[in-house]
């Protein structure tokens, strides 16, 4: 089982999708996280060990890698594919309810900007991580922010900024945000952000990488 479960992290690692991918080269002809997925299924691995133990390891060490700047922008793309299409084998299962998520990512660029790169990465690598991402797009106002946390309120917000024209936006939402729901934490990022500027707007966590937003999550899992 454990074999079986280190190749799967491989395959998410490298971003080897299925045995028809020709990337990465010296994985070409071997099975992908597609058909090793199902094989570890079959075998009765619960569809939360593959999750976990497989796919979940993978993208941490891709967060890893990215953050280090060991792997780019392209890697991290094969790699989240590689995560969905096995991912597609584990969607019934959870359906079912026999999976638990961690836990609720919301997530959006905030009004007044239009950049989503940085913000689809960080989706990315938290849902791999294993939390269910709602990812609201990019010019968010602050209300859309709100009445989505009305639907889940235990969820964890995240906010993404590229433009310093649009850190005054960041700010106010944040305050909305807490106005509404003091104990809501907030999460922010992007390439004008500091974590000067976090604590000055009172948001909890500021991350220059992605996984550093996974880390964040995770402690707060722990400690809740």
Not at 14 to 39: H, S
Not at 46 to 56: Q, R
Not at 158 to 179: C, D, P, R, Y
């Amino acid at each position: 089982m454990e074999e079986l479960l280190n190749k799967i992290s491989d395959c998410v690692e490298f971003g080897k999708i299925n045995k028809a991918a020709p990337y990465p080269p010296n994985m070409k002809g071997q099975d992908g996280a597609d058909e090793l997925t199902v094989q570890a299924l079959e075998q009765g691995i619960s569809a939360k060990d593959v999750l976990s133990n497989g796919l979940i390891i993978g993208m941490e060490k891709v967060g890893v890698k990215f953050r280090e700047n060991k792997v780019f922008v392209p890697q991290v793309l094969m790699s989240a594919k590689a995560m969905n299409t096995a991912m597609e084998h584990l969607k019934p299962l959870f359906a079912e309810g026999n999976t638990d998520k961690k836990g609720v990512f919301i997530i959006g660029t905030v009004a007044g900007d239009l950049h989503d790169i940085g913000k689809n990465l960080v989706s990315m690598i938290v849902e791999g991580n294993g939390y269910e991402v709602i990812d609201l797009g990019t010019d968010v106002p602050a209300k859309k922010f709100i009445d989505t946390i009305n639907e889940f309120p235990d969820a964890i917000i995240g906010l993404s900024s590229l433009l310093t024209t649009t850190m005054e936006s960041m700010a106010n939402i944040v305050k909305e945000i807490k106005t509404v729901y003091p104990n809501q934490k907030v999460t922010i990022g992007g390439a004008p952000i500091t974590q000067d500027f976090c604590e000055k707007i009172g948001a909890d966590n500021f991350s220059a990488d992605p996984q550093g937003v996974v880390e964040f999550m995770n402690k707060l899992k722990i400690s809740a």
